[in-house]
């Protein structure tokens, strides 16, 4: 893993993008994408030879680390036996895929209906409950994020969903739970948890029970700002669904496979949903899967009719067999368990330590290695360090502090006043010390537009 400097390699690489690669959520000619020339376990790096820890994991997918020898092996011999073969047909990397999941889901969530990412196991998870409900309505949270397709976008809780939403695709949004900016004027989580779950049910009263096909929540919202529920409030929109028929659905796609320190996020709160969404972690984003975990109740509605629904890749080999190699390597190598063991023992308390020395961190949250430091101008006000989907010179803060932080040769998660510490979930400790470090020069720039 030693990077071999190649300025001209990379100049190429970044004019061939330049040219041609049309980029997600950008400005294309506001851009400067870094060009990067290899990766390996919690590292990239570019072409001059400049090395980072990656504190993202790609966009919190490389659960294994990058180049994993036993993952990239799997897909070698798969691609050698059977590079793809259509959905319809019974496939042994697909059914162990589907078998190895389904061993871990909650519950009673033994059906893998496979897609090819996050977003579209958003689009089907709501298809299913509409059929199966024959109600038309989906109520989803602000402050969440579910994809960029039509369907997900609508779902999704921040601004990115602004440009696409029409106000016709029977979204309904309402607040969820978060103590540290409350909407609920609450003072202690048990207040918090009360009066949300009061909020939702009012609702849903007010939208007409019967029209309301599925809840669908980020069981700890990611991008959003890993915000995790508080004691009882799933459990709380667990009994809210049985009372009035209506759909659970719980997107894992960032939470799921070992982010939390556990296989789904649903784990460390006792609760089973009638739906779960996953992607990402499922096979360290190494070839393009998602799926949604099906319970029993639903999967009858499809056991005499059809489901009208698929893709073309549904189940890919290739995909599969990665998705097989990284469960076995996260349990035979302990990776869940190392993701809730340094979650505890060494990043929530070097971050709560890094809060000590820096005003401009106004709370820390996270589990296992799913963290967040939310920014702020000034502790006593709670304002965040930069305004809401805040841009341009509005950003300066964040952007200082995003800039320091490549200087000192760490790759941070930044979104609006945030950033979150999300390394791979097999990071070691000596990694994260070095990260922290990193982070601790940032903070310091952050600190300068902090307010007395």
Avoid at 24 to 35: E, G, Y
Avoid at 168 to 175: L, R
Avoid at 259 to 276: I, K, N, S, Y
């Amino acid at each position: 893993m030693t990077p071999q400097p190649n300025p001209q390699a990379g100049a190429a690489v970044k004019a061939a993008d330049r040219a041609h690669v049309f980029h997600s959520w950008s400005a294309q000619d506001l851009i400067d994408p870094l060009a990067v020339a290899g990766a390996e376990g919690s590292y990239f790096w570019d072409y001059d030879g400049r090395r980072y820890l990656d504190f993202t994991s790609g966009l919190v997918f490389t659960n294994v680390g990058y180049q994993h020898p036993k993952v990239v092996a799997a897909i070698q011999e798969q691609a050698a036996r059977m590079t793809t073969f259509a959905p319809a047909f019974a496939v042994e990397a697909r059914s162990e895929a589907a078998r190895l999941i389904a061993e871990r889901t909650p519950g009673d969530l033994d059906k893998i209906f496979f897609t090819n990412g996050g977003a579209d196991a958003i689009e089907h998870a709501v298809r299913m409950a509409r059929l199966h409900t024959g109600r038309p309505k989906v109520l989803s949270a602000y402050r969440s994020y579910h994809g960029g397709t039509q369907q997900a976008i609508n779902i999704t809780g921040d601004p990115r969903r602004w440009a696409s939403d029409g106000a016709a695709a029977g979204v309904v949004h309402f607040w969820a739970p978060f103590l540290y900016r409350s909407r609920f004027y609450a003072e202690t989580e048990e207040q918090e948890t009360a009066r949300a779950l009061e909020h939702l049910e009012t609702t849903i009263a007010f939208e007409g029970p019967g029209t309301v096909a599925a809840i669908v929540l980020e069981t700890i919202p990611g991008t959003a700002g890993i915000m995790v529920p508080p004691a009882g409030y799933l459990a709380g929109v667990r009994e809210i669904c049985d009372k009035y028929g209506i759909v659970f659905v719980l997107d894992e796609v960032m939470a799921g496979f070992g982010r939390t320190g556990e296989w789904f996020a649903a784990d460390l709160f006792g609760v089973v949903p009638d739906l779960m969404t996953f992607a990402k972690g499922v096979n360290s984003g190494y070839v393009p899967l998602g799926g949604v975990a099906i319970s029993e109740k639903i999967a009858e509605t499809f056991g005499k009719r059809p489901y009208p629904g698929g893709l073309t890749y549904s189940g890919h080999p290739l995909a599969c067999a990665a998705a097989v190699a990284t469960i076995n390597v996260m349990a035979e190598e302990g990776v869940v368990e190392n993701a809730k063991r340094l979650g505890a023992e060494v990043v929530g308390p070097a971050l709560a330590a890094l809060a000590e020395r820096h005003p401009s961190v106004g709370e820390v949250r996270g589990v296992g290695m799913f963290w967040a430091l939310d920014l702020v101008r000034s502790r006593e006000t709670r304002e965040p360090l930069v305004p809401y989907n805040a841009a341009g010179e509005a950003n300066a803060a964040m952007a200082a502090f995003g800039a320091e932080a490549k200087k000192q040769g760490l790759w941070p998660f930044v979104n609006m006043n945030r950033t979150h510490v999300v390394p791979p979930c097999n990071v070691s400790e000596a990694e994260l010390k070095e990260g922290f470090a990193a982070l601790d020069a940032a903070l310091s720039v952050a600190d300068e537009f902090t307010v007395a």
